[in-house]
T-cell receptor, first 114, second 119 residues
Framework: DGGITQSPKYLFRKEGQNVTLSCEQN?????MYWYRQDPGQGLRLIYY???????QKGDIAEGYSVSREKKESFPLTVTSAQKNPTAFYLC?????????????FGEGSWLTVV | AQKVTQAQTEISVVEKEDVTLDCVYE???????LFWYKQPPSGELVFLIR??????QNEISGRYSWNFQKSTSSFNFTITASQVVDSAVYFC????????????????FGTGTQLKVEL
């Protein structure tokens, strides 16, 4: 099936540890994104990538890092520098203007710091 | 800067009632897109509709309808004859495609409206 796959669904991290969230898409989309969602709030953009080997900071990039070595993959690393990492993380992708650049989302990953 | 306001934090209705979710946006751009997404308890955001700023026609899709009014900067979403399966958080979002130079676009989300449909 075509879509966006995020893993793991649930992840627990000890303070001081880095963790990496996986995101894979088979939609042949050029652009990929990572959003963070906190309870009762909207989504906020962490990083985005418009093309392989290129990515840009979003609104809340501090404490996070990404890579885009392949078109299909856009992993997010939550580093120990992120002071409040417990949240729901959503990966997304979008195609070209023919689709109105509609952004499609994965199922999300819950990260909890213990 | 763009902004999306969903003033209704939570709405509760009884099944079969009609319900309207409000969305008001702010943007300085003349070209933009508006979106609605549904987030069921499972967490995934499900795309419902995209509307560009040059198309003010209302749209109906089954029990769903959308009312876009540029004069009031609103893009409201109505569910007719609501069902329990409609229970979810609904997000309105705005994008300005030219935020990105090479394609793609950046979404600004509202804080969402929690809709609870009860029997």
């Amino acid at each position: 099936d075509g879509g966006i796959t995020q893993s793991p669904k649930y992840l627990f991290r000890k303070e001081g540890q880095n963790v990496t969230l996986s995101c894979e898409q088979n939609l042949n989309h050029d652009a990929m994104y990572w959003y963070r969602q906190d309870p009762g709030q909207g989504l906020r953009l962490i990083y985005y990538s418009q093309i392989v080997n290129d990515f840009q900071k979003g609104d809340i990039a501090e404490g996070y890092s990404v890579s885009r070595e392949k078109k299909e993959s856009f992993p997010l690393t939550v580093t120990s520098a992120q002071k409040n990492p417990t949240a729901f993380y959503l990966c997304a992708s979008s195609g070209d203007s023919s689709s109105g650049n509609t952004i499609y989302f994965g199922e999300g990953s819950w990260l909890t710091v213990v | 800067a763009q902004k999306v306001t969903q003033a209704q934090t939570e709405i509760s209705v009884v099944e079969k009632e009609d319900v309207t979710l409000d969305c008001v946006y702010e943007t300085r751009d003349t070209t933009y897109y508006l979106f609605w997404y549904k987030q069921p308890p499972s967490g995934e955001l499900v795309f419902l509709i995209r509307r560009n700023s040059f198309d003010e026609q209302n749209e109906i899709s089954g029990r769903y309808s959308w009312n876009f009014q540029k004069s009031t900067s609103s893009f409201n979403f109505t569910i007719t004859a609501s069902q329990v399966v409609d229970s979810a958080v609904y997000f309105c979002a705005l994008s300005e495609p030219h935020d990105f130079t090479g394609g793609g676009n950046k979404l600004t989300f509202g804080t969402g409206t929690q809709l609870k449909v009860e029997l």
